[in-house]
T-cell receptor, first 120, second 117 residues
Framework: GAVVSQHPSRVICKSGTSVKIECRSLDFQATTMFWYRQFPKQSLMLMATSNEGSKATYEQGVEKDKFLINHASLTLSTLTVTSAHPEDSSFYIC????????????????FGDGTRLSIL | AQSVTQLGSHVSVSEGALVLLRCNYSSSVPPYLFWYVQYPNQGLQLLLKYTTGATLVKGINGFEAEFKKSETSFHLTKPSAHMSDAAEYFCAVSDKGYGGATNKLIFGTGTLLAVQP
């Protein structure tokens, strides 16, 4: 159980293109989804937290107009990298949790397999 | 604020040897602690977690970790390494949703485990 599917697994595109990455919880309802960015041989950097039906909360230093997050349903969140440039090339990983706080506070995050984004 | 320190960015063991990956945490509230494993070009897979109760936690693939409050540690161990254990391991602490926070995970910098034949 607790499977998270992330698509696509790899994207190569030209500079200036906008890229959409999907994150789906396949067998549970994810109240909260998280988007991370991982640079080579480094840890995961949280970019934003999204809750179904509300605006995402971005971490300090993350451009919300650059990285658009939509969490329209309890099973789907999308990250759109707008007008991507080579410096946006990275490994993007999403995770999902069935809830936050209260009785859900001990629930782990379940991760997708990541998206390797390469901007030429 | 919570933080996690993983000592040793690279650990190499022989197949069949003990695996010990170190993790120390800092938290202003009783922590929830997690170990995740990442294989190349993949996401993270949960190995085990500590929330409350028994301080020795058993996870998948023969791994276990012990929560030691006095040492603020949550080291990951496995009695006998297997070649398939070669991967990157991340320790993480959760903010537990207190005060309106959202169960954010704070990750350590990771430890790359190599297993030699």
């Amino acid at each position: 159980g607790a499977v998270v599917s992330q698509h696509p697994s790899r994207v190569i595109c030209k500079s200036g293109t906008s890229v959409k990455i999907e994150c789906r919880s396949l067998d549970f309802q994810a109240t909260t989804m998280f988007w991370y960015r991982q640079f080579p041989k480094q840890s995961l950097m949280l970019m934003a937290t999204s809750n179904e039906g509300s605006k995402a909360t971005y971490e300090q230093g993350v451009e919300k107009d650059k990285f658009l997050i939509n969490h329209a349903s309890l099973t789907l969140s999308t990250l759109t990298v707008t007008s991507a440039h080579p410096e946006d090339s990275s490994f993007y990983i999403c995770s999902a949790s069935i809830g936050t706080g209260g009785s859900y506070s001990n629930q782990p995050q379940h991760f997708g397999d990541g998206t390797r984004l390469s901007i030429l | 604020a919570q933080s996690v320190t993983q000592l040793g960015s690279h650990v190499s063991v022989s197949e069949g040897a003990l695996v010990l990956l170190r993790c120390n945490y800092s938290s202003s509230v009783p922590p929830y602690l997690f170990w995740y494993v990442q294989y190349p070009n993949q996401g993270l897979q949960l190995l085990l977690k500590y929330t409350t109760g028994a301080t020795l936690v058993k996870g998948i693939n023969g791994f276990e970790a012990e929560f030691k409050k006095s040492e603020t540690s949550f080291h990951l161990t496995k009695p006998s390494a297997h070649m398939s254990d070669a991967a990157e391991y991340f320790c993480a602490v959760s903010d537990k949703g207190y005060g309106g926070a959202t169960n954010k995970l704070i990750f350590g910098t990771g430890t790359l485990l190599a297993v030699q034949p």
